[in-house]
């Protein structure tokens, strides 16, 4: 029996891959129903053999789309997802957590299911977005695994036979990257979030997705249809016609407008009164340097080397670093890498590195803290950056500086270690600049005397926001005071970039905000001459700032100190680019 769905119906998830699809769904099936069953003792040997043939026949598997994936081009650079699951398959809390279970006789399937739940919950405690997602990951694994000990058969996305849009509970990378184009309209889950690897494949293929609408399985059936808005992350069940036609329209104007965006790629970012705008990527892992190099972005703004610590037991050797950050120099060409030293703690939390639990964790020890504390990881950092540097055009740059004397002990440790490389007679860029992340309210309110000290400053837009607020930039429950355009952010702002400016020092922002394109005038305004941001958000960026004048910026941000609310800077705002910039602004937010 069919499900019954009332005409639009709108659900609201997370949109990680933009562009709007209308089709038909093709629902893909159906966890496989898991049996928990408690086993004789006589029948353990036999379950713990089951468990694993299942691990050696997911291994043959993953090895077999690695074959498949590997001729495709456009897809080989995220092959390292396969390995990553082919890790996971080896994983000891997975592996031995599975087999002590099966001893306690717990059926194979029951066993991994327990253990599967372990380690969700310790995924579930991480703050940051990025490492959480990596659970991901682990779910893709235990899945398979789960399909194979229950007799359930891989799922075939990779054939569905006519033009559809995909909805199924979740979906891993491997799957995504199987996914045949041609009838794959976009995507839509249960699960997930933004930072997922089969969020970041998604933009990769161009495939519009909406993910994390945690029931959407449950509501649909094949066939019908459905309008996603990857942008927005709006997902309309059974559309009326009304709805239908909106959207049409919606697509028209949204592929002319990706289409028009295409040809600002070579040209630069320069405003009608010709001030020249550094437009730079955000790497968060490796392979966003695929997405940088398409929307040619002026080299990268912030090199997160967080994930290079991920998923291993020991942190990455100084040789390793070396050969990561070379690798990103040779695929800039000339362009500046600003490499930000490790960044954990806090809401960043790598299990490898063993932190201790701390009351107060985004005040603890977090960024350069940590660093100062673990002099020898950071040396170690220190050295393969240097070395980098030989090769390309590198910056370096200190999270969470709050104060001056922690920059010059930054700097002390770096001076030291160029005198060992210089002893070793290791070449490395002696003119390298040195930068710091504007994130705390003390170093805004000592920012002059900071820009003595350093040749760049990066404001953390992320950080600052949640400190200057006093609002934990993780909690939900806070979410709606976690305000851009408070004015004691832009207060903030302007005095970052006038103390840089009057010590003629560069001036970046590498938050979130630098990519949204309706602040794109407010921060030419404020004086920024370089922007940040996640590669996706430049040519939108890059059309806007080519549009207005930083003269016009100047008297908005005027105008906007005079207000005393976010909600009268916001409709400033929005009503100034809608008249400006109508085709781009114009359409209605839902
Ligand atoms: C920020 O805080 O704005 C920032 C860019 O750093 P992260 O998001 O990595 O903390
Ligand atoms: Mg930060």
């Known amino acids: 029996m069919k499900i019954k769905v009332a005409q639009d119906t709108y659900l609201v998830g997370i949109g990680v891959s933009p562009g709007i699809a209308i089709g038909a769904v093709s629902l893909l099936d159906q966890r496989p129903h898991v049996d928990k069953s408690l086993i004789e003792t006589t029948e353990v040997e036999a379950e713990l053999l089951r468990f694993h043939q299942a691990l ?11 074959q498949a994936v590997s001729r495709q081009k456009h897809l080989r650079e995220h092959l390292y997802i396969l390995d990553t699951h082919l890790l996971i398959l080896e994983d000891e809390m997975l592996v031995d957590g599975t087999e002590q279970a099966i001893r306690a006789q717990m059926n194979a399937e029951g066993a991994l299911l327990q253990v599967l739940g372990q380690l969700r919950a310790l995924f579930d405690n991480i703050d940051d977005e990025y490492l959480r997602e990596r659970r991901s990951d682990v779910d893709a694994v235990g899945e398979r695994l789960l399909r194979i000990l229950t007799g359930v058969s891989e799922r075939t996305v990779g054939n569905i036979g006519q033009k559809s849009l995909v909805v199924a509970h979740n979906l891993s990378p491997a799957e995504t990257m199987q996914m045949d184009r041609s009838n794959v ?10 930072t997922s690897h089969t ?3 998604a933009r990769s293929l161009d495939i519009p997705a909406v993910v994390g609408l945690e029931s959407v399985t449950s509501m649909v059936y094949d066939r019908l249809p459905v309008i996603i808005d990857g942008s927005s992350g709006v997902v309309v069940l059974n559309p009326s ?5 909106e959207y ?3 697509k028209q104007s949204y592929e002319y407008l990706e289409k028009d965006l295409e040809c600002y790629r070579d040209l630069s970012a320069v405003t009608t009164d010709h ?7 955000n790497l968060e892992i490796a392979s966003d340097i695929v997405q940088a190099k398409k929307h040619a972005a002026q080299g990268i703004g912030l090199y997160r080397t967080e994930f290079l610590y991920l998923g291993r037991n020991e942190p990455p050797n100084e040789e390793e670093q070396y050969t990561s950050y070379c690798e990103i120099l040779r695929q800039t060409a000339g362009e500046p890498v600003t490499i930000r030293t490790l960044d954990i703690g806090g809401d960043k939390f790598v299990p490898e590195l063993n932190l201790e639990d701390e009351a107060n964790p985004a005040m603890g020890l977090r960024a350069i803290r940590f660093s100062l504390h673990e002099e020898q990881l950071f040396r170690v950092q220190l050295r393969a950056i240097l070395r980098a540097s030989s090769c390309g055009n590198v910056r370096i740059l200190f999270p969470m500086i709050s104060g001056v004397s922690e920059i010059r002990a930054c700097k002390k440790i770096l001076e030291e270690i160029q005198e060992q490389l210089d002893c070793e007679g290791i070449s490395y860029d002696k003119d390298l600049d ?9 170093a805004v309110l000592i920012a002059p005397m900071l820009a003595e000290e350093v040749d760049f400053f990066s404001i953390g837009t992320n950080d600052l926001i949640q400190y200057f607020l006093a609002v934990d930039r993780g909690n939900e429950h806070v979410a709606y005071l976690y305000d851009p355009l408070h004015p004691a952010i832009l207060r903030a702002l302007k005095a970052t970039c006038d103390a840089a400016n009057d010590a003629g020092i560069g001036i970046c922002i590498c938050g979130e905000m630098a990519g949204e394109s309706l602040y794109s005038l407010v921060l030419v305004g404020l004086g920024l001459n370089e922007l940040s941001m996640n590669p996706s958000c430049i040519p939108r960026v890059k059309r806007v700032l080519r549009q207005v004048s930083r003269e016009e910026g100047e008297l908005l941000v005027e105008k906007l100190l005079a207000l005393s609310t976010s909600k009268e800077v916001s409709t400033v705002i929005d009503q100034e680019m809608r008249n400006r910039l109508p085709d781009i602004f114009a359409q209605p937010r839902i």
């Open 56 to 66: 050696e026949r997911a291994r043959e598997q993953l090895q077999k789309i690695k």
């Open 185 to 194: 309209l976009g995507f839509i889950t249960d699960k997930g979030g933004r």
């Open 199 to 201: 969020a970041i494949l």
């Open 241 to 245: 016609e009304g709805t239908f036609k």
């Open 248 to 250: 049409l329209d919606r």
């Open 275 to 281: 001030v020249s705008i550094a437009l730079r990527g």
């Open 434 to 442: 040195i930068g710091i992340m504007i994130e705390t309210p003390s």
